[in-house]
């Protein structure tokens, strides 16, 4: 039943008498605004006056979810709240007025000051009902066709006064019978009622968004966002008259009465006029109504025509000087000069189609080419560019939706920190909003661009429904693996390059999105990047790397720095280089979170090689048993050297070439994830001393250094030699392993002083020694032997120290 409808405003208001009641304004019906054209012998549009009409029935004040078997039965129920109308001694029986239902007064009071926070919906709304009146004709013309008999076209025209602050909305639907304007009109059917003040209610006090946009059937009502007062004037095919309902916007009552001016007579359908409010009228503008039909009712299935000013080019005569307008020729007689003219341009209105553009995801896929993808994309989302890649497909089962997505081929601002309005949601080719925040698709997917049309979605959807409906959850995760199909077949595309410019563009939002979607690890791991020590030049993926693998290689290993360059060259990798064991190379800052986060991939491991407990497979106990008791003093004497800037020394296993290397603890930061933290503008100090990883100092028993190291613990454990070396190793090792001293000008001191030790009269006093022991030598003989004593000189003063 239509009382039962999601938008209806039913529930029958009874008449108590007939009633006079002040002149009713007429609708609005100018000659001026004229239907059909033909042309003039100067081909100047000449308009033929055609009455039209604009809204409809009750299901054109919103019943787009009412059952089509039902449209026929009869308005006759909801009769519990009765409005009562006075009876009044008049001369014009003609004229009925009605008294609104209390809660209507109510109703319209929060419509026009609280409930619409944006008053351009009520377009679309009013174009929405107008629809439903045009469909529901359509469906009942099968079995009843004397309802097409009148031949008027099915679409929806809409004029605009800005002069007068006028717009008008005419439908060709299936127009209301008197009784049906008093049934949808007058009254609220009271389980709306009840659950849109209760809701609203709740909501103002969980302070939320209460723009609900007519959640609660309110649609016809949103006319008064913008009105002072709407006149509905309608014609229903099953009636001979035409009634005229006209209510105002702070008004406790309506009136109806018949329509006898033949001028405003219409075939069949609704003409709705709606005389706006002063700081409403820009709505006038015929430019403004075509915007606004262009963005809400694009898609709609009947054609959208908008009252628009044209015009066309002209040629006309100039006056001229009727003394130079002839000429006398050679032979005496006279000629006429050529007229002169001008082009002017002519203006003129008339129709214009504003819905040209077709739904092409109500299409089949096959049926639709590339260049018509195309062509959507960049006419829908204003584009220049082709897009990477699109993915046409139909959803059906528990969910039915249809939806088009597509990659642009370039970023055009940073998308993650902002707000985007990249998917566009449809309810039956309606808009009704691209305004979310993460309903339809994550914030990480937010540079995917799209459609979405719905069917099982009321019209009007608010944030509080997208939120809390099972729907859209089902459609998320669907949106969202059709989303990733998509990247991944840019990803295995024979073109590389379309990939290259992919992840330059997008790579930050995938990486984004292995921080905060576990659920979608699988489906995100594949599509990473990232350079390694065997492809410097190149990014490879992780199936990639995972090809490559040696047989006894078990984990995914991998290194974070601020550059490849830095990367290549740390100290962590020597022994993996010469295994030829390939090391991923984090460079963005955001890498190495999002790796920490994927935690594995394919049953590896991932697994940093700055950090203590390095194992590469190849342990030998008895040797590294015998290493440790041979450097376990040595060890154990850096370690007193060193205090708490270390949290032990151990013999490494991942060096070769290098005499030392500091590593982060297990759960601690790394060296690269320390340098980005200091680097944070709101970084905390507190939290950064806690979060510094434990330090692990590791020495390599191969290299000359340490051995000599090992020699001075056994001789002279408390030279001060070797325990300033002990001291420039550790330092010299925080930059090596990607740290920052703490005290850099302390570091340099030491190398200062230590550099001066070793160079110690090894040129200058030994160049003075020579110079006073031996002669000059004659002009003209080299000095070969006192070259070489300069050579050998010194290193026997440093071995006699």
């Known amino acids: 039943m239509l009382g039962a409808s999601r938008r209806s405003l039913s529930a029958v208001a009874r008449l108590r008498g007939a009633a006079s009641c002040r002149s009713l304004s007429p609708s609005v019906s100018s000659p001026d605004f004229p239907n059909k054209v033909s042309e003039s012998e100067h081909g100047v549009p000449q308009f033929q006056k055609r009455p039209f009409s604009l809204l409809s029935v009750p299901s054109s004040f919103g019943f787009h979810k009412f059952p ?22 008049s001369a014009d029986s003609n004229c009925e007025k009605f008294e609104y239902q209390a809660e209507v007064n109510r109703l319209m009071d929060l419509i026009v000051h609280s409930l619409y926070s944006n008053k351009e919906v009520f377009l679309r709304e009013l174009v929405s009902n107008a629809s ?45 019978t008197k009784q049906e304007l008093v049934d949808s009109l007058g009254t609220i059917a009271h389980s709306g009622t009840a659950k849109f003040l209760k809701a609203l209610k709740e909501s103002q006090e969980a302070g939320k ?92 299935s009947f054609p959208i025509y908008t009252w628009q000013e044209k015009g066309h080019t002209k040629e006309v005569e100039v006056d001229e000087d009727p003394t130079e307008a002839k000429k006398e020729g050679d032979d005496g007689t006279t000629e006429e000069k050529k007229k002169k003219t001008k082009t002017v341009i002519e203006k003129y209105w008339d129709w214009e189609l504003t819905n040209e553009t077709q739904p092409i995801w109500l299409r089949n896929p096959k049926e639709v080419t590339t260049q018509e993808y195309n062509e959507f994309y960049r006419k829908t989302f204003n584009e220049y560019l082709d897009p990477l890649a699109s993915s046409h497909f139909t959803t059906e089962g528990e969910v039915e939706f ?62 509080e429904i997208l939120q809390e409906s099972r729907i859209v959850r089902i459609m998320r995760k669907r949106l969202v693996r059709k989303a990733f199909d998509m990247i991944l077949g840019i990803s295995l595309s024979e073109n590389r390059d379309d990939y290259d410019r992919f992840w330059e563009n997008f790579g930050k939002f995938l990486k984004l999105g292995c921080m905060e979607d576990k659920e979608n690890h699988k489906r995100l791991a594949p599509l990473l990047r990232f350079f390694s020590n065997q492809s410097e030049n ?101 370690k007193k050297r060193l205090g708490d800037k270390v949290a032990r020394v151990d013999i490494s296993h991942r060096l070769s070439s290098s005499p030392c290397v500091l590593v982060s603890g297990k759960f601690g930061w790394s060296a690269n994830m320390e340098r980005l933290m200091r680097a944070q503008t709101m970084g905390d100090p507190a939290s950064l001393e806690f979060m510094r990883s434990r330090r692990v100092f590791e020495i390599n028993p191969d290299h000359p250094i340490i051995k ?36 850099p000008r302390e570091l340099s001191s030491k190398i200062y002083e230590m550099m001066g030790t070793a160079f110690a009269g090894k040129w200058t006093s030994g160049s003075a020694e020579v110079e006073h022991s031996q002669p000059s030598p004659p002009p003209g003989i080299q000095n070969n032997e006192a070259s070489e004593a300069e050579v050998v000189e010194p290193v026997q003063v440093e071995q006699q120290k």
């Open 68 to 89: 089509q078997s039902k449209l026929r039965e009869s308005i006759t129920i909801n009769r519990r709240y009765e409005s009562s109308a006075a009876a009044v001694d």
């Open 132 to 176: 439903d009146a045009l469909d529901k004709l359509r469906y009942l013309s099968v079995t009843e066709p004397d309802l097409l008999r009148d031949g008027v076209d099915l679409d929806v025209r809409i004029q605009a006064d800005k002069d007068n602050g006028i717009v008008t909305i005419t439908d060709s639907g299936i127009g209301m």
């Open 209 to 300: 968004d209460s723009n609900l946009i007519g959640q609660f059937g309110v649609g016809f009502y949103s006319a008064f966002l913008v009105a002072d007062k709407v006149i509905v004037s309608t014609k229903s095919p099953k009636s001979d008259k035409q009634y005229v309902w006209e209510g105002e916007a702070n008004s406790s009552s309506y009136t109806i009465r018949e329509e006898t001016d033949p001028e405003k007579l219409l075939p069949r359908g609704t003409r709705l006029t709606l005389f706006l409010k002063h700081e409403d009228k820009g709505f006038a503008h015929p430019e403004k109504i075509q915007k606004l039909v262009k963005n809400y009712s694009q898609f709609v």
């Open 402 to 463: 249809r939806s088009i997505l597509f990659v642009p081929s370039v970023k055009k601002e940073d998308l993650i920190d902002s707000k985007t309005k990249n998917i566009r949601l449809y309810v039956k080719r309606v808009f009704i909003s691209d305004d979310f925040d993460g309903e339809l698709f994550p914030r990480y997917l937010s540079f995917v661009k799209g459609v979405v049309d719905s069917n099982d979605l009321p019209l009007n959807v608010s944030r």
């Open 538 to 638: 190149e990014l490879i993926s992780l199936d990639e790397y995972v090809e490559n693998m040696k047989p006894e290689q078990k984990d995914i290993y991998y290194v974070a720095a601020d550059s490849v360059t830095s990367a290549k060259n740390a100290p962590f990798l020597e022994r993996l280089t010469e295994k030829e064991y390939e090391v991923l190379f984090l460079v963005d800052p955001m890498d190495e979170v999002a790796i920490q986060n994927l935690k594995s991939y394919k049953e590896k491991n991932f697994v940093d090689i700055s950090k203590e407990d390095l194992d590469l497979g190849d342990k030998n106990e008895e040797k590294e048993k015998e290493i440790k008791q041979e450097f376990s003093k040595t060890c154990d004497w850096i």
């Open 708 to 743: 000599s190291l090992n020699v001075a613990c056994e001789a002279n454990p408390d030279d001060p030699e070797a325990l300033r070396a002990v001291d420039v190793l550790f330092e010299t090792a925080l930059i090596s392993s990607g740290f920052t001293p703490d005290n």
